[in-house]
């Protein structure tokens, strides 16, 4: 039986190993120079590997079809992920958020440990070989045909060409174009774990704070329409010259994408991200923080007194938006002014207008839809033969390594022997 897996990345990878552990004779047709580009680039280029959190967990950071993934899961775990890279070598550990990264931080390592399983299983590799069209002959796969026009004939296909995140990487959408090719669904292709634009009002505070990171931070989302809060999170992020990104930003994307009517709401000026500078302290505590701080610093100026509590680059926003002067003395300033800052420390507002695009993106939402993909094999449900692997399916997931597992799990599920 001759195995094609269309595409190299850490989906494709997996599968081809899983096939060829099964005696299978395995080929991967990877359109770039290298195999797993994007893996490389992943957690910063160290890898976030996976998560740590029980796998029934993994399902509730998935919001984009999670629970067709469960099989997937079931027969390709965290620990299993984990176990295969110890046995070539590469030891791992558990950083804040349950994200697992290899001891060295260098996502090379992780390549290199699944090259070495390639090998080792004798699993062919062809480099700038681009897939123009999987053969089918009455509803069952018999190859493929390449762009140069060579037919490689095969028993079974696994396309795992990644979705249009990141583009530079090989991920093109290509794999869309030929599942569609053979009758397949596709939902629409948006971009997920994406920074958000801020609006004209919040540009110019984002702008001055470009490049400040904030930890240990809590964010809510909020639909000013209805006052209703579509995400809450805690942990990290970052100002940009053009709005917010990082980590707990990047996964509020994933939430806010599939919010009814939201790209109307963004553009209407209706929803609002509140940063929680101090989530740890009550506004009544934080004012109590503050006083002490004026007491301390009573002969100084307003911009001076705020330096244990806030990041220097923030201070002289915080004072403009507080509405007060920036060389008023502490010891004249108002209990009204002082509210002010307490309430702009615990609702530190920026208006948010839009995603940025798709090949800024972490991931791909949408893809080939799951109602055609048997979710205990990743087999199609259309034509005999053909698999899928990783991101081309419609999943995905927030950041934290739910993603990456995605991709390993489905791999090995697609790469298994059917009887």
Do not use: W
């Amino acid at each position: 039986m001759k195995v094609i897996v269309i595409g190299g990345g850490a989906a494709g990878m997996l599968s081809a190993i899983t096939a060829a552990k099964q005696g299978k004779q395995v080929v991967i047709l990877e359109k770039m120079q290298s195999l797993g580009r994007k893996l490389l680039i992943t957690g910063k280029g160290r890898c976030n590997i996976t998560s740590s959190l029980p796998i029934e967990e993994f399902i509730k950071n998935i919001p984009g079809n999670g629970k067709f993934l469960y099989s997937a899961f079931q027969n390709f775990s965290n620990q299993d992920i984990i176990q295969l890279l110890k046995e070539q070598g590469v030891e791992v550990k558990e950083e804040r958020g349950n994200r697992i990264f290899p001891v060295s931080d260098k996502s090379m390592d992780v390549l290199m440990a699944l090259q070495r399983e390639l090998q080792k299983y004798k699993v062919e590799i062809q480099y700038n070989q681009k897939v123009e069209e999987i053969l089918v002959k009455n509803y069952q796969v018999t190859g493929v045909k390449l762009s140069n026009q060579k037919i490689i004939q095969a028993d079974k296909v696994i396309l795992a060409t990644g979705g249009m995140s990141y583009p530079a990487t090989g991920s093109t959408g290509d794999g869309y174009i030929l599942a569609q090719k053979l009758g397949h669904t596709i939902q629409k292709i948006k971009p997920s774990l994406v920074p958000l634009i801020a609006d004209a009002d919040s540009l110019p505070i984002c702008k001055e704070l470009q490049g400040l990171s904030l930890k240990n931070v809590e964010i809510k989302i909020v639909d000013c329409s209805n006052k209703k809060e579509i995400y809450q999170d805690f942990g990290e992020m970052l100002f940009t010259h053009f709005g917010v990104s990082g980590p707990i930003i990047l996964s509020s994307s994933a939430h806010l994408l599939r919010y009814k009517n939201i790209e109307k709401l963004m553009s209407t000026h209706k929803i609002k991200l509140y940063i929680d500078l101090k989530p740890a302290l009550s506004k009544e505590k934080l004012d109590t923080r503050i006083l002490r701080d004026f007491e301390k610093y009573k002969n100084k100026e307003i911009k001076n007194a705020l330096i244990d509590l806030l990041p220097q680059k923030l201070i002289p926003v915080m004072i403009q938006i507080s509405h007060i002067e920036e060389t008023k003395k502490v010891n004249i300033l108002t209990k009204k002014e002082r509210e002010t800052i307490v309430n702009n420390m615990k609702a530190f507002s920026i208006g948010i207008q839009g995603f940025r695009t798709i090949d800024e993106a972490i991931i791909t939402a949408g893809g080939i839809s799951t109602k055609e993909i048997n979710p205990k094999t990743m087999q199609s449900k259309l034509i005999h033969g053909l698999y899928f692997a990783g991101e081309v399916i419609d999943v995905d997931a927030y950041t934290g390594g739910f993603n990456l597992q995605i991709a390993f799990s489905t791999g090995v599920t697609a790469g298994m022997l059917q009887e």
